[in-house]
Nanobody, 124 residues
Framework: VQLQASGGGLVQPGGSLRLSCAGV????????IGWFRQAPGTEREWVSC????????YYADSVKGRFTISEDNAENTVYLQMNSLRPEDTAVYYC??????????????????WGQGTLVTVSS
């Protein structure tokens, strides 16, 4: 089971990025996918997730209305579209996968499989 996160980079405030989380060697279908981030000197923070039971989506208040999580089963990939980026969004972003139902996907310790992280820097 391997997750590959990609799509990070340097973007100006107000800009957009799309992060990808691809499953390698297994299908992401029937698994909840969570996005988490960690800025230097801070604890890991939950950002968004999509549950494995009914594809419900959840967002942290700090990103609600700006970020959108979606999945493409044909590509075996989950995306995090990030718009109106702010300097405080700067962090390493990680994706995680596991069969988790409903809002339980907001709980990082429930996930057993994690990607390697991709760095997002929002700066002018």
């Amino acid at each position: 089971v391997q997750l590959q996160a990609s799509g990070g980079g340097l973007v100006q405030p107000g800009g957009s990025l799309r992060l990808s989380c691809a499953g390698v060697g297994f299908t992401l279908d029937k698994r909840a996918i969570g996005w988490f981030r960690q800025a230097p000197g801070t604890e890991r923070e939950w950002v968004s997730c999509i549950s494995s039971s009914d594809d419900s989506t959840y967002y942290a208040d700090s990103v609600k209305g700006r970020f959108t999580i979606s999945e493409d089963n044909a590509e075996n990939t989950v995306y995090l579209q990030m718009n109106s980026l702010r300097p405080e969004d700067t962090a390493v972003y990680y994706c995680a996968a596991d069969p988790i139902y409903g809002s339980g996907c907001m709980d990082g310790p429930r996930f057993g499989s994690w990607g390697q992280g991709t760095l997002v820097t929002v700066s002018s």
